[in-house]
C-alpha cells in the first residue's frame, strides 16, 4: 500500500468493514488493514485529499494574455481536489467540498467572537430540513463531491480559560428574544439548586443579578473560575451535540450519498466542540492542522505554516523580514507536512486561500498566487514535493513499529 495505485480496489481483504462510513460508489472513508485512516474514491481506491480553499480564476481571464489557468497551475502543484469556494476547478474535474451554510437558517446569534445558531430555538430543526432540502438535492448524485461541509463561517467564541467570555457566558447575556438565553439560564440555575447566590458560590463571581453577568460580558469580561469553567464546558457540548445532532440529520435526510465534515475549525472551540464533531453526527471532522486529535479520521484544515511580518517602528509599518526568517517559515513547513504524513488518522488537508489578501507581505502571504497572479513559490515549490509523495511517506510513517 505504498501509494494509492498500489492499493487493490476490493474492500474486503485492504479494509476494515466495520470502519467503512459514506454510500458505494461515491466518496467514503475507512481505516486500512495497518490501522491507517483513507478517503476512498468512487472506484474504490485510496485517495489522499490535496486541496486549496477559495480557488478561483484570475482576473481579466477572458482576455490575452492571461496567468496559468488555475486547474493547470493545480495540476502542476500536485493538488487533486478543490475546497470551498466559487466553483472553480469542478468544470475541470476536480472533486470539491461544498458547504450548505446552516447559519442562513434561523436565527443567529452574533457578536465579539461568536456567529452561531440559536439551536435552542423550537423552529432549529424545522429551519434546517427545510434549508437543507433548498440546497443539497441538485448534488445529492455528483460523484465528485467529497462531502458537505455544514458552515464555513462558524465563531464559538473562545473556551473560558482565555480570559474572554465563552460560549456559557455570551448565551447568559444575549436578549431575552433568543431560545439559547432561556436555556442557558435554565441549565446554570438547575445546576445549583435554582438560585443565584448559589450560583455565584459555586463560580465564585459576584452575581447579584442576571444584569451583572450582562456588564461583564459588555465589558470583554470573561469568567474564568473553576467552577464556571466546568459548567461552561459542559454547556458548550450541548449546544455543539445539538448543533451536529440537527444539521447532519438535515443532510441526511436528502442526501443519503455523500460524507459529512461538520463545521470548519471545531478544534478552534476547544475540546468539548471537537468532541460532538465525532462519528456517528459526523463522518471527517475538520480541525486545524495545530490541533489535530490522536485518533481519526480528519482532514486537516488551514495548512499554512506563513507567519506575519514582524512590525517596524521604524517605517511605522511591516518591516522586511530576515532570510533567517524565511528558512525558519520552510522549516516550520516540512515539520508540519511530515507530521501530516505520519499521522494515522489523517486523510487530506486544505491550504487555506488561493490569492494572499490585500494586507499580505510576500513571502509572509498565505495564498498560493500573489495579488498580482505570480506564483508564490516559497510555498508552491515545497507543496509540490510533498504533494508528489504524500502516499509513500504515509506508507512509509505505517511500517514504522510505534514508540513503546
Not at 448534488?139 to 463561517?153: I, K, P, T, Y
Not at 491550504?351 to 498580482?372: A, E, K
Request: include cysteine.
Amino acid at each position: 500500500m505504498s501509494s494509492s495505485g498500489e492499493l487493490s480496489s476490493g474492500l474486503t481483504d485492504e479494509w476494515r468493514a466495520e470502519s467503512l462510513r459514506g454510500a458505494e460508489g461515491f466518496f467514503r472513508v475507512g481505516r486500512a488493514a495497518n490501522d491507517r485512516w483513507w478517503l476512498i474514491d468512487p472506484t474504490g481506491r485510496p485517495f489522499f485529499c490535496k486541496a486549496v480553499h477559495g480557488v478561483q480564476k484570475p482576473p481579466g481571464a477572458d482576455q490575452v494574455p492571461v496567468p496559468p489557468d488555475p486547474a493547470s497551475r493545480l495540476r502542476a502543484w500536485g493538488f487533486n481536489a478543490v475546497g470551498l469556494g466559487d466553483g472553480t476547478g469542478r468544470e475541470e474535474g476536480f472533486p470539491f467540498v461544498e458547504s450548505v451554510e446552516f447559519c442562513d437558517a434561523g436565527h443567529v446569534i452574533a457578536g465579539p467572537g461568536v456567529r452561531l445558531p440559536d439551536v435552542f430555538d423550537p423552529e432549529w430543526a424545522a429551519w434546517s430540513a427545510k434549508h437543507a432540502a433548498q440546497l443539497c438535492p441538485p448534488l445529492r448524485n455528483e460523484r465528485a463531491l467529497l462531502g458537505w461541509v455544514s458552515d464555513a463561517g462558524l465563531q464559538w467564541a473562545p473556551p473560558g480559560s482565555e480570559g474572554r467570555p465563552s460560549l456559557l457566558q455570551i448565551c447568559l447575556s444575549a436578549e431575552p428574544r433568543y431560545a439559547a438565553y432561556h436555556a442557558a439560564w435554565e441549565f446554570v440555575l438547575a445546576l445549583h439548586r435554582g438560585s443565584l447566590e448559589g450560583l455565584a458560590r459555586a463560580w465564585g463571581v459576584p452575581i447579584a443579578n442576571k444584569e451583572v453577568v450582562r456588564e461583564f460580558t459588555r465589558a470583554e469580561r470573561g469568567f474564568a473560575t473553576r467552577g464556571y469553567l466546568r459548567d461552561d464546558l459542559r454547556w458548550t457540548r450541548e449546544f455543539a451535540r445539538r448543533y451536529f445532532a440537527t444539521t447532519s440529520a438535515a443532510i441526511r435526510a436528502v442526501d443519503p450519498h455523500h460524507l459529512l465534515l461538520g463545521c470548519r475549525g471545531p478544534s478552534r472551540a476547544g475540546s468539548a466542540v471537537l468532541a460532538e464533531c465525532a462519528h456517528p453526527a459526523v463522518d471527517i471532522a475538520m480541525p486545524s492542522w495545530t490541533d489535530l486529535p490522536a485518533n481519526g479520521p480528519v482532514l486537516a484544515d488551514n495548512v499554512c505554516w506563513a507567519e506575519p511580518a514582524i512590525f517596524n517602528p521604524l517605517t511605522g509599518g511591516k518591516g522586511v523580514r530576515r532570510l533567517t526568517a524565511v528558512e525558519r517559515m520552510l522549516r516550520r513547513g516540512r515539520v508540519a507536512l511530515e507530521r501530516l504524513a505520519k499521522h494515522p488518522g489523517v486523510v487530506g488537508y486544505f491550504w487555506p486561500q488561493w490569492h494572499d489578501d490585500l494586507s499580505d507581505q510576500p513571502p509572509f502571504g498565505r495564498g498560493l498566487v500573489h495579488i498580482n497572479a505570480v506564483e508564490a513559490r516559497e510555498h508552491t515549490e515545497l507543496l509540490t514535493l510533498f504533494n508528489a509523495r504524500a502516499e509513500a511517506l504515509r506508507h512509509k510513517a505505517a511500517l514504522v513499529p510505534a514508540a513503546p
